[in-house]
Nanobody
């Protein structure tokens, strides 16, 4: 069982930055591939960024490439999402997800989910 707890969300003006953190309870955190998803009001949850267990490979949805960076610190059992140049369309609840085999890429293939943290970008 893996428990995930997100933090770092908040209200920010367009063009600003936020860093989200996701702390995991698993002692074997380094065995899990991780991802961030988000869900805007009235929309489906979507993949934002993923990172393999070693941290050596990352992936992003096109709309955040060049603005967001996913990283992890296996010694601290934590994955991060650095979000720069935020836009109003980045507003939503951001969720952390873990998967033992493969990076979580859809809502259907993640093994564990956090409760989410709200990000609101104002103009």
């Amino acid at each position: 069982q893996v428990q995930l707890v997100e933090s770092g969300g908040g209200l920010v003006q367009a063009g600003g930055s936020l860093r989200l953190s996701c702390a995991a309870s698993a002692r074997t955190f380094s065995n899990y591939n991780m991802a961030w998803f988000r869900q805007a009001p009235g929309k489906e949850r979507e993949f934002v960024a993923g990172i393999v267990s070693s941290g050596r490979s990352t992936s992003y949805t096109d709309s955040v490439k060049g603005r967001f960076t996913i990283s992890r610190d296996n010694a601290k059992n934590t994955v991060y999402l650095q979000m720069n140049s935020l836009k109003r369309e980045d507003t939503g609840v951001y969720y952390c997800a873990a998967r033992r085999w493969g990076v979580p890429s859809t809502t259907g293939n993640a093994d564990y989910w956090g409760q989410g943290t709200q990000v609101t970008v104002s103009s």
